[in-house]
């Protein structure tokens, strides 16, 4: 009874007219931005991030929220008409639904996905309102050496399934540790690694670390991407619903779906695509129509939308229970809290209880509205994407620069942006994922605040993080990961040496 209480007073916030109107701003611009191919939540995010700054915190969270669901939510148009996917997590859409367009279905997989993606959402949403108070729960019996080993947990198994692998992925971990350690050290009061450049002394803003490697970068890989910029595909109202057969094959993918997504959404550092490539493998194999999958059908279009927004949602539990960021995109969420001077924690359900569940509930309106304007609204997006990417990304790198500039009102922070924007599309040229820098960025300072902490209260004695009972499981459970990810990586390289070295001795002449 308490979580429909606290729920219902979460809808009270939320359908006021400010917050209102801020989740329709966030889950438009969200959507619209996820339509465009190649920029992706975590860009949308980071450009929306300077607006929110002028706002309340309850109603700048609400904007934040929809703009992230938002674009995931519209990832997928570009998807199934281009294939092109619009977000990462919408790769795995593209499988079924860039065939259905082929067929001439394209109103169909539009729509089967507006419809998976509002009941993943929904049930993201019914998982978050029934955790979240428990999390918080058990969180508050976390020490400083617990809520050191969680987030130090958070950031290697986010870089453990990393793309371009574990080393490189704890490499992008350590640089964006480094990166956190820039400024004035707020125990010492020392200017740490400013290099005499006086404009570091406050350390890198969040949003110039976030806007350069996702923004910038991602502007830079698309255009060097040679994309024509016009949807082939048209879609069809008249041919715009799916069948009787296709609507009752479409309940069971979005429930496990939905289910999947909420549970990998849920673990630190693991994020939508995840969650969308494991709910699409598993329909694959539960599926009746499995023996149709890779030709265009409605189940294999549903399943990875479902996951991917219940993973959106659920992302949000360790975010705001834990203070580790869910996915992503979520260390943007946790670094624009601190700006608010709100810590992410067990202590936010019984501090910011109106701010919480107006969160909470914000994903339901959002969600309903995201279904309301997305099935008129696939007509513009169509249009949208044959708009030519030359006029295109000089606009957002337009917005960007000003998005910069309003921070501090100074030209060398859009100058350092470009330059972090360039070494992050040089990272992604060699395989180095920017995403796991971004959480070392964000968490680096909060784990050196646990870790000085437990030292000053052990009296400079480590064996207090294996005596600790919470501490020691969370410690082996990282370790446990970095073996596996280094054994994982070290059997690719052999299966990798091994296949070049077949090749070679098939391409030797054979001496006789």
């Not at 995931?72 to 990462?88: D, R």
Request: proline residues 6%; charged residues 10%; positive net charge.
């Amino acid at each position: 009874m308490d979580i429909l209480a606290n729920f219902s007073q979460g809808l009270l916030v939320v359908l006021q007219p400010e917050n209102l109107m801020y989740c329709f701003i966030g889950v438009f611009l969200g959507t619209f931005i996820g339509v465009l191919p190649g920029i992706g939540s975590m860009a949308a995010i980071a450009m929306i991030l300077p607006i929110t700054f002028y706002l309340d915190p309850t109603p700048a969270l609400v904007m934040i929220a929809g703009v992230f669901y938002g674009a995931e939510y519209g990832g997928s148009t570009a998807s199934i008409l281009l294939n092109v996917p619009g977000t990462p997590a919408a790769s795995i859409t593209a499988i079924e639904g860039h065939q259905l367009a082929k067929k001439g279905r394209a109103g169909v997989a539009l729509f089967s996905t507006a419809t998976a993606s509002f009941g993943g959402g929904i049930i993201g949403m019914v998982v978050i309102a029934l955790l979240s108070p428990f999390l918080a729960k058990l969180a508050l019996s976390f020490a400083p050496a617990d809520y050191f080993a969680v987030i130090l947990l958070g950031l290697i198994a986010a870089s453990a399934v990393s793309n371009g692998g574990a080393l490189k992925g704890i490499a992008m971990v350590i640089t964006g540790l480094m990166l956190g350690t820039i400024g004035i050290d707020l125990t010492t009061g020392v200017t740490r690694f400013t290099m005499g450049v006086p404009e570091l002394r406050d350390g890198i803003h969040i949003v110039i670390v976030a806007m350069g490697l996702f923004g910038v970068g991602e502007v830079i890989a698309s255009i060097r991407a040679t994309r024509s910029g016009t949807a082939t595909q048209t879609v069809d109202y008249s041919d715009f619903y799916p069948s009787k057969k296709e609507w009752k094959s479409l309940f069971a993918p979005i429930l496990r779906g939905g289910a999947i997504g909420s549970f990998i959404g849920a673990l630190p550092g693991t994020g939508q695509t995840i969650a969308a490539a494991l709910a699409y493998a598993v329909e694959k194999r539960v599926s009746p129509q499995r023996k149709d999958f890779g030709t265009g059908v409605v189940p294999g279009v549903a399943v990875p939308e479902a996951a991917n927004n219940s993973a959106t949602q659920t992302a949000f539990i360790p975010t705001l229970t834990l203070g580790v960021p869910g996915s992503p995109p979520m260390a943007i969420v946790i670094g624009a809290l601190m700006i608010y001077g709100i810590t992410p924690g067990p202590r936010l359900l019984t501090e910011q209880p109106d701010m919480f569940w107006g969160l909470v509930a914000s994903f339901l309106v959002g969600n309903i509205m995201l279904l309301i304007l997305n099935v008129p609204l696939i007509g513009i997006w169509v249009r949208l994407l044959n708009i030519p990417y030359k006029y295109m990304y000089p606009t957002i790198i337009v917005l960007i620069c000003m998005g910069v500039y309003s921070l501090n009102n100074n030209v060398f922070d859009i100058w350092l942006t470009l330059v972090i924007g360039v070494v992050g599309y040089v990272m992604r040229l060699f395989r180095f994922e920017p995403a796991p820098l971004l959480l070392g960025f964000v968490l680096g300072p909060l784990m050196e605040e646990h870790l000085r902490r437990t030292m000053l209260l052990s009296r400079g004695d480590p064996m207090v993080f294996v005596t600790r009972p919470i501490s020691a499981t969370l410690l082996a459970i990282t370790a446990l990961i970095i073996v596996f990810a280094l054994y994982s990586t070290a059997r690719t390289h052999r299966r990798a040496l091994a296949a070049r070295l077949g090749s070679s001795r098939k391409e030797q002449p054979n001496e006789l």
